[in-house]
């Protein structure tokens, strides 16, 4: 990458990290930079079930999933999406 070049990456933090694991959500920020990249915090983003919808149902955590990379790819832009959430 350039110098002063900085690669777009969609973000997508996830519940976990807007919640309990907000220091990790900091650190993985400041460590993006670090590396150059511009992370780019999907809009409208939605839990992705993995943790407790995939227990009742699967098919709506895939869903769920699947949501988020559409917003990243079709509404954003984006062919690149970083997902730290540990769920």
Do not use: F
């Not at 969609?10 to 650190?27: D, F, I, M, V």
């Not at 709506?60 to 999406?81: K, P």
């Amino acid at each position: 990458m350039a110098e002063g070049k900085h690669k777009k990456v969609a973000y997508y933090p996830g519940c976990a990290l807007e919640g309990t694991g907000h220091a990790y959500n900091r650190s993985t920020k400041a460590v993006g930079k670090k590396l150059g990249l511009d992370l780019v915090e999907l809009e409208n983003w939605n839990c992705c079930g993995a943790m407790e919808v995939k227990n009742i149902d699967p098919k709506i955590q895939t869903y769920l999933s699947s949501r988020v990379m559409s917003i990243a790819a079709n509404e954003m832009g984006h062919d690149v999406v970083m997902a730290p959430c540990n769920g």
